[in-house]
């Protein structure tokens, strides 16, 4: 069992140089869509361009330190990224939340959160992944890295697969 306290990771920054923002509508109850995101570790098992995902530490809340890697594809070619991330879980809220601690990314917080949604007898999910960073640690070339580059191609580009990804097993289980 872990006793590990959670991750105090805060609100999310007021201000930031990149803001990357995708979101999507689920057709899936909040608890499903939601469950599949929490579980990090299981990502793999849904999303074919996740290569591992890997807890080197859980905390109590399901979060802890936790070590990603993911292609990203261009093409018939695909772009291996690794980051190092600290991960807190809010049921209430529901949310979760991550602190880049590794990688070339290291400073970027991310925040997942889910608003049902209901159309007519149907619960839907309203699903946001915000990415908000100042760039990597490079010497004037920071800002264009973060916001002409790496956010938008790369963030958003493994944001939104993974977030199509993890939608599709979602609406799968709610048909099932």
Same mark, same amino acid.
């Given at each position: 069992?872990?006793?590990?306290?959670?991750?105090?990771?805060?609100?999310?920054?007021?201000?930031?140089?990149?803001?990357?923002?995708?979101?999507?509508?689920?057709?899936?109850?909040?608890?499903?869509?939601?469950?599949?995101?929490?579980?990090?570790?299981?990502?793999?098992?849904?999303?074919?361009?996740?290569?591992?995902?890997? $807890?080197?530490?859980?905390?109590?809340?399901?979060?802890?330190?936790?070590?990603?890697?993911?292609?990203?594809?261009?093409?018939?070619?695909?772009?291996?990224?690794?980051?190092?991330?600290?991960?807190?879980?809010?049921?209430?809220?529901?949310?979760?939340?991550?602190?880049?601690?590794?990688?070339?990314?290291?400073?970027?917080?991310?925040?997942?959160?889910?608003?049902?949604?209901?159309?007519?007898?149907?619960?839907?999910?309203?699903?946001?992944?915000?990415?908000?960073?100042?760039?990597?640690?490079?010497?004037?070339?920071?800002? $264009?890295?973060?916001?002409?580059?790496?956010?938008?191609? $790369?963030?958003?580009?493994?944001?939104?697969?993974?977030?199509?990804?993890?939608?599709?097993?979602?609406?799968?289980?709610?048909?099932?």
């Amino acid at each position: 069992m872990t006793t590990s306290a959670p991750y105090e990771l805060g609100p999310m920054p007021a201000r930031s140089r990149m803001r990357q923002l995708d979101e999507l509508l689920v057709r899936a109850p909040v608890e499903r869509i939601f469950r599949l995101a929490k579980r990090v570790d299981e990502w793999p098992q849904h999303l074919s361009h996740y290569n591992y995902v890997t $807890f080197r530490e859980r905390r109590a809340d399901g979060g802890g330190l936790v070590e990603m890697s993911a292609d990203r594809p261009f093409g018939a070619l695909n772009w291996p990224t690794w980051w190092l991330s600290e991960m807190s879980v809010s049921e209430s809220a529901p949310a979760v939340r991550f602190r880049h601690v590794g990688g070339i990314t290291t400073g970027m917080d991310v925040e997942w959160t889910f608003e049902p949604v209901t159309e007519g007898q149907r619960q839907l999910t309203h699903v946001r992944i915000l990415h908000l960073w100042d760039g990597p640690r490079w010497p004037v070339i920071a800002p $264009f890295a973060a916001t002409k580059v790496i956010g938008p191609v $790369f963030v958003h580009g493994i944001a939104q697969r993974t977030l199509a990804g993890l939608a599709r097993a979602a609406e799968a289980a709610a048909r099932a």
